[in-house]
Nanobody, 126 residues
């Protein structure tokens, strides 16, 4: 079965950086677009960033553009989210997700992602 395991979350001061990783197994990783979503307490899960299966195309939420960078290493079956200049409003559980279809275009739509990790907590203190 498909497994996505996130790591790298933690507590950081505002202005600091964190790098999240997501290790995938049980699917042909290099064929699937990948995404990061986040969910803060009492809020809906929202799109953060996504990357195409080849890594040639990326999408970002306006709230993180210029601060976060998504990347992937298909040889390691891993997708990353580098988060810089973190703000208290970035505090959330961050989820890694894989697009439900192979070789699909990069997407921001939560419903397009059929496989999800368990999430990793990111807390940014002011």
């Amino acid at each position: 079965q498909v497994q996505l395991v996130e790591s790298g979350g933690g507590l950081v001061q505002a202005g600091g950086s964190l790098r999240l990783s997501c290790a995938a197994s049980g699917l042909t990783f290099s064929a699937h677009a990948m995404g990061w979503f986040r969910q803060a307490p009492g809020k809906e899960r929202e799109f953060v960033a996504a990357i195409s299966w080849s890594g040639s195309s990326t999408e970002y939420a306006d709230s993180v553009k210029g601060r976060f960078t998504i990347s992937r290493d298909n040889a390691k079956n891993t997708v990353y989210l580098q988060m810089n200049s973190l703000k208290p409003e970035d505090t959330a559980v961050y989820y890694c997700a894989a697009h439900v279809r192979a070789f699909a275009r990069v997407s921001r739509t939560r419903a397009d992602f059929g496989f999800w990790g368990q999430g990793t907590q990111v807390t940014v203190s002011s």
